[in-house]
């Protein structure tokens, strides 16, 4: 590719990114959203489904769309996530992981494990049921690790809306979403670990818990050192300049020496500097570059690589089901165990669509995939479906179930008043 034609294709991608993503934000939808849809319409996805539903509509030299994917922007897409992985573990406050304690954590464990497997039985019945170990087996729990993740800020915007975030059921779904992270990136780590059918489980988890150890000690001196630095040059350039080469660094050990997603490392590197005092100043500085020009790339990559064009009715009643199963497996999986947890069913239920929302962590973990030759591309179709029902639904959902039941009024109270 020559240098004006990645210019151009970059110029495309950044001017459509902002257009569709103020679109998405007018029409209540997050603007990742938006910036995928473009993807779809720049790239070979919207003429390839055009030519579908009417063959020969569009001139074969059309059909490749104004912008095709290549490995420029496919590298550019990589540091995109890393960049996003790495603020959202700037972003994570382990003070407020602390007060959460064990029902946070717990409801995290559950949100995780119930869609994993709910997702992995998914992909089995329409592809059969296969013995752990097989290259089949292997599929299904990545379909159901994608599952796993939560977005909180969709979440964390209507809760705010509707004055209940700093409520006990809203500090507990913070915490638990920013938990049901973590261990859904683990959980990524685990899997892709056992992407070569000659490897050992074993092996596997010994490197895992290996990587994480090594990031627990390293995490603490670099920590101590670049607290040091950073009381000595607060504010300054260097502060978000060497960051950024932590997060390089980790993200690079991570995938060279430990055969781990080079996403945990640069997560892992943003919690290790979450606490230092300039990590909101870090944040900024790193998320203009992010926003300006990274992440753009990495969203709309994704519709770029979307393909319509191998879509047949199963995989639509696959991705439909996808939806359904992704947004069941949450509401079980969380609401259920906070009812054990001593929570009463309205503000149990409250958590469980509070978890409901998927957004970046479910399209980094599918584009991974992709990457690895996992899947197809046609799963991003179920991706992007089960994001944008999420971020419709959740909103609506939430402001009815608290309008009936606000924090604090419970059914039994009700009765009781109205027995009385």
């Given at each position: 590719?020559?240098t004006?034609?990645?210019?151009?294709d970059?110029a495309?991608i950044i001017?459509?990114?902002?257009?569709?993503?103020?679109v998405?934000k007018k029409c209540?939808?997050p603007s990742?959203?938006?910036?995928i849809?473009?993807?779809?319409i720049?790239?070979?996805?919207?003429p390839?489904?055009i030519?579908?539903?009417i063959?020969?509509?569009?001139?074969s030299?059309f059909?490749?769309?104004l912008?095709?994917?290549?490995?420029?922007?496919?590298?550019?897409a990589e540091?995109g996530?890393?960049?996003?992985?790495?603020?959202?573990g700037?972003?994570?406050?382990?003070k407020?992981l602390?007060?959460?304690?064990?029902q946070a954590?717990?409801i995290?464990?559950f949100g995780?494990a119930?869609?994993?497997v709910f997702?992995a039985?998914?992909y089995?019945?329409?592809?059969?049921?296969a013995a752990?170990?097989t290259?089949e087996?292997?599929?299904?729990a990545?379909?159901?690790s994608?599952m796993t993740?939560t977005?909180?800020?969709i979440?964390?915007?209507?809760l705010r809306e509707?004055g209940h975030?700093?409520?006990?059921?809203?500090?507990t779904?913070?915490?638990?979403?920013i938990i049901?992270?973590?261990i859904?990136?683990?959980?990524?780590?685990?899997v892709l670990?056992?992407?070569?059918p000659?490897?050992?489980?074993g092996?596997?988890?010994?490197?895992?818990?290996l990587f994480?150890?090594?990031?627990f000690v390293g995490?603490?001196v670099?920590?101590?050192?670049?607290?040091?630095?950073?009381?000595?040059?607060p504010?300054?350039?260097?502060?978000?300049?060497i960051?950024?080469?932590?997060?390089?660094i980790?993200?690079?050990i991570?995938?060279?020496?430990f055969?781990?997603?080079?996403i945990t490392?640069?997560?892992?590197a943003?919690?290790?500097?979450?606490?230092?005092?300039?990590a909101s100043?870090?944040?900024?500085?790193?998320?203009?570059n992010s926003?300006?020009?990274?992440?753009?790339?990495?969203?709309?990559g994704i519709?770029l690589?979307?393909d319509?064009?191998?879509?047949d009715?199963s995989?639509?009643?696959?991705?439909?089901?996808f939806?359904?199963?992704?947004?069941?497996g949450?509401?079980?999986?969380c609401?259920?165990?906070?009812?054990?947890?001593g929570?009463?069913?309205p503000?149990s239920?409250k958590?469980?669509i509070?978890?409901?929302t998927r957004?970046e962590?479910a399209?980094i973990i599918?584009?991974k995939?992709l990457?690895?030759?996992?899947?197809?591309?046609?799963?991003?179709?179920?991706?992007?479906?089960?994001?944008?029902v999420?971020s419709?639904?959740?909103?609506?959902?939430?402001?009815a179930v608290?309008?009936?039941y606000p924090?604090?009024?419970?059914p039994?109270?009700?009765s009781?008043?109205a027995?009385?």
């Amino acid at each position: 590719m020559e240098t004006y034609e990645i210019l151009r294709d970059l110029a495309i991608i950044i001017l459509a990114a902002k257009f569709m993503g103020l679109v998405a934000k007018k029409c209540k939808i997050p603007s990742v959203v938006g910036e995928i849809v473009a993807g779809l319409i720049i790239g070979p996805c919207l003429p390839g489904l055009i030519n579908l539903i009417i063959p020969g509509v569009i001139p074969s030299n059309f059909l490749s769309g104004l912008v095709q994917p290549s490995d420029f922007i496919n590298w550019m897409a990589e540091i995109g996530v890393i960049l996003i992985m790495f603020s959202a573990g700037l972003e994570t406050n382990l003070k407020e992981l602390k007060k959460s304690g064990l029902q946070a954590l717990v409801i995290a464990c559950f949100g995780v494990a119930v869609p994993l497997v709910f997702g992995a039985i998914l992909y089995m019945c329409f592809h059969g049921f296969a013995a752990p170990g097989t290259e089949e087996f292997f599929c299904a729990a990545f379909i159901g690790s994608i599952m796993t993740a939560t977005s909180v800020s969709i979440t964390v915007e209507s809760l705010r809306e509707l004055g209940h975030l700093q409520g006990r059921v809203g500090q507990t779904i913070l915490s638990a979403a920013i938990i049901d992270d973590v261990i859904g990136i683990i959980v990524l780590t685990f899997v892709l670990g056992m992407k070569d059918p000659s490897s050992n489980p074993g092996m596997v988890i010994v490197k895992t818990v290996l990587f994480l150890l090594v990031s627990f000690v390293g995490g603490i001196v670099c920590y101590k050192v670049f607290k040091k630095v950073d009381a000595r040059y607060p504010h300054t350039r260097r502060i978000p300049i060497i960051g950024l080469g932590i997060c390089f660094i980790l993200s690079y050990i991570a995938e060279r020496y430990f055969g781990i997603a080079d996403i945990t490392g640069a997560y892992l590197a943003g919690i290790i500097l979450c606490n230092v005092r300039d990590a909101s100043y870090i944040d900024r500085k790193v998320s203009i570059n992010s926003y300006m020009i990274f992440a753009p790339v990495f969203f709309v990559g994704i519709g770029l690589k979307t393909d319509f064009s191998s879509m047949d009715t199963s995989m639509l009643l696959f991705s439909v089901l996808f939806v359904v199963v992704a947004l069941a497996g949450k509401i079980i999986g969380c609401s259920g165990i906070s009812k054990c947890l001593g929570f009463n069913m309205p503000d149990s239920l409250k958590i469980g669509i509070g978890m409901m929302t998927r957004g970046e962590v479910a399209l980094i973990i599918t584009s991974k995939g992709l990457n690895l030759g996992i899947i197809d591309a046609s799963y991003f179709t179920a991706v992007i479906l089960l994001i944008i029902v999420s971020s419709v639904v959740v909103p609506i959902l939430l402001k009815a179930v608290y309008s009936k039941y606000p924090d604090g009024a419970y059914p039994e109270k009700k009765s009781e008043k109205a027995a009385s």
